[in-house]
């Protein structure tokens, strides 16, 4: 099975900070995505990535940016910490596949709070 | 722009109920359609991925259609269960361009399952 790990389930953290998350996948997919969920506007895409190195905006990318220097490692990273980015984060991988019929896995979510 | 809606919100069905749950998608250029189950707080689960050349996708008491032409997807639930219990959603992903890396998610149908 696809192990998609998020570094922590929980995480509290003050305005202005830096803040890491980190997503580790198992499985040797080439696209990883992050996204954050919220009450009454659903699933909405910050960034995904196809490829090592690669990074592409999704639809809410203002105030992330990312990381991915390893194909198993996908990093979001909130540069100055608001309290608009209280939110779940979760992170998700995908195979490519010849013919992108693959389906998205993902992790247990990071329930962020910032103060 | 692709909006994909489930309709109800919420659903509350006696045990051992058969049930269905909607989706429903603004446009019918898709690669595939995948339905999730999220149990509070947790991350998603992947439960069926139909491509778009398929009418319908089978796993154990679930059974997932979907009419491309007309927009529209359901998810069965055959002899429901409390553990059933919990939101699903579907999401679609787009045939072509830069959106077709992401995949574009509806609110969700909370699932209660009365013993």
């Known amino acids: 099975d696809v192990k998609v790990t998020q570094s922590s389930r929980y995480l509290v953290k003050r305005t202005g900070e830096k803040v890491f998350l980190e997503c580790v996948q198992d499985?040797?997919?080439?696209?990883m995505f992050w996204y954050r969920q919220d009450p009454g506007l659903g699933l909405r895409l910050i960034y995904f990535s196809y490829d090592v190195k690669m990074k592409e905006k999704g639809d809410i990318p203002e105030g992330y940016s990312v990381s991915r220097e390893k194909k198993e490692r996908f990093s979001l990273i909130l540069e100055s910490a608001s309290t608009n980015q209280t939110s779940m984060y979760l992170c998700?991988?995908?195979?490519?596949?010849?013919?992108?019929?693959?389906?998205?896995?993902f992790g247990d979510g990071t329930r962020l709070s910032i103060l | 722009k692709q909006e994909v809606t489930q309709i109800p919100a919420a659903l509350s069905v006696p045990e051992g109920e058969n049930l269905v749950l909607n989706c429903s998608f603004t446009?019918?250029?898709?690669?595939?359609l995948q339905w999730f189950r999220q149990d509070p707080g947790k991350g998603l689960t992947s439960l069926l991925l139909?491509?778009?050349?398929?009418r319908e996708q089978t796993s154990g008491r679930l059974n997932a259609s979907l009419d491309k032409s007309s927009g529209r997807s359901t998810l069965y639930i055959a002899a429901s269960q409390p553990g059933d219990s919990a939101t699903y959603l579907c999401a679609v992903r787009p045939f072509s361009g830069a959106g077709s890396y992401q995949l574009t998610f509806g609110k969700g149908t909370k699932l209660s399952v009365i013993p």
């Open positions: 446009d019918s250029a898709i690669y595939n």
């Open positions: 499985m040797d997919h080439e696209n």
């Open positions: 998700a991988s995908r195979e490519q596949g010849a013919r992108n019929y693959q389906p998205q896995h």
């Open positions: 139909i491509q778009s050349s398929q």
